[in-house]
Every structure is written in structure tokens, then in C-alpha cells.
């Protein structure tokens, strides 16, 4: 009984590691800062960036955002520069959103 209950601590303790171990990229800090670069650098307002969750931290390794804005949307090429979580990024496709639809004018 001890002996099953040591092989069950030993086990846990290595599962609890390896999930400690694998650092996941921040993409909620991630798509602020896009967000806020975006309406920085084009002057766009109310601008919402959306990445995919639990990103393993790994140099090298590229993945897709996509941004939002009241006219225009963007996807946006992310590349993880290191293992400690820096990365860069590039806009592009760019697209007109759909308009809103307009009232027209009174006879």
C-alpha cells in the first residue's frame, strides 16, 4: 500500500513539474498592446485584437492575431523572437469592414 501511494506522489510531482515547466506565451498582454499600437500607428479607435490562447513559449514559432477596428480589419503575423516570451510582429490584409448601412437622405 505505501509502495502505490509513493508510485502516486512520484507520479504527481512529475506532472505538476512538466506543467510548470511549460511557460505559455501571455497573449491577454499580447493583444493589448497590439491593440494600443494599432491605434497608435494608424490612428484607429476602439481597436480589438484577438489571438489564439495557450501559446507554448518557443523561438521561432510564428501564429496569427486578428484586429478589429470600426472600418478595417487586419490580421497580424506574430513571431516569437526568444524562449522568454519577446516576440514581433507585422500588420497586413487589411480589409474594409462591411458598412453599416446608410439612412438615405429625405425627399
Known amino acids: 500500500m505505501q509502495a502505490r501511494i509513493a508510485r502516486v506522489a ?41 489571438c489564439p490562447d495557450s501559446l507554448k513559449v518557443q523561438a521561432g514559432t510564428s501564429f496569427t492575431c ?18 522568454q516570451g519577446n516576440v514581433g510582429w507585422k500588420f497586413s490584409g487589411a480589409t474594409p469592414s462591411p458598412a453599416a448601412p446608410s439612412a438615405s ?3
Request: proline share 3%; aromatic share 4%.
Open 10 to 50: 512520484a507520479l504527481t510531482a512529475v506532472v505538476v513539474f512538466a506543467v510548470a515547466c511549460t511557460k505559455t506565451l501571455d497573449t491577454s498582454s499580447l493583444e493589448t498592446d497590439l491593440a494600443h499600437q494599432l491605434e497608435s500607428d494608424l490612428g484607429l479607435t476602439s481597436v480589438q485584437v484577438s
Open 66 to 83: 486578428t484586429a478589429k477596428g470600426p472600418d478595417s480589419a487586419f490580421e497580424i503575423t506574430v513571431t516569437q523572437d526568444d524562449d
Open 105 to 107: 437622405p429625405s425627399a
